[in-house]
């Protein structure tokens, strides 16, 4: 068995290329999450990596300890939305902003910035990282699906302030709609929604929430 799913993104940064989980969905992966992610330089993290929270505690992700299993995943199940997930951070924190951003609707469009503004927004910490949380169930609305995963942001700004918050990250697909293209079929990132200042729980997007929160640089 593989331990829980909360995995810190710094080590997952080569695992969310061609080498991710294989199964059936395999026809409509996105071209970003196959693509391999350089691992940052090991020293710059051992060194000054600050340490966030632990799950289970207050501002952590919650303690979910069921074993994942070893069983290929589709790139279309909850699991092939958290991976999408592990992959966005990841290009984040190895300043691949470009990449990052195609992993929003539309091509990167639907994050609602330009690829320099997108790129802007995180350029400002010195250090940016995630752990990454079980996903939620999939829920379906108007032709779409819906799937909502934790994240636990930390890192350091550029003053070299240790930050940590929580942030939901909610995805949608097209859900098998006629005429739908194999770029609606892939998991997209929907919006970024940061916990409440002060929450200590898992953050959460108020039912039927469906608007982009692109207030934040957290996405």
């Not at 196959?34 to 919650?62: C, D, F, H, Y």
């Not at 992959?87 to 984040?92: N, S």
């Not at 829920?139 to 700004?157: F, K, M």
Request: aromatic share 6%.
């Amino acid at each position: 068995m593989r331990s829980p799913f909360y995995l810190a993104v710094t080590g997952v940064l080569t695992a969310c290329g061609p080498q991710a989980a294989t199964g059936p969905g395999n026809d409509t992966q996105d071209p970003v999450v196959a693509e391999a992610v350089p691992a940052m330089p090991s020293r710059n993290l051992q060194r000054s990596e600050p340490a966030p929270p632990a799950p289970g505690q207050p501002g952590g992700l919650a303690d979910d300890r069921t074993p994942l299993s070893e069983a290929p995943f589709a790139k279309t199940s909850a699991q092939g939305a958290g991976d999408v997930v592990q992959t966005y951070y990841a290009l984040l924190e190895a300043r691949r902003y470009e990449a990052a951003r195609r992993l929003w609707g539309s091509g990167g469009d639907g994050r609602g910035a330009s690829a320099e503004a997108f790129a802007d927004a995180f350029r400002g910490y010195a250090e940016y990282h995630a752990r990454v949380g079980k996903p939620g169930e999939i829920e379906g609305a108007a032709g779409s699906l819906y799937v909502e995963v934790p994240v636990q942001i930390h890192g350091r700004e550029a003053s070299g302030k240790a930050f940590s918050h929580l942030a939901t990250v909610t995805l949608r697909r097209v859900n098998g709609v006629p005429g739908a293209t194999a770029d609606q079929l892939r998991w997209h990132i929907e919006r970024v929604t940061p916990a409440p200042p002060g929450g200590g729980g898992e953050a959460r997007a108020p039912a039927g929430q469906r608007r982009s929160d692109r207030s934040s640089p957290d996405g």
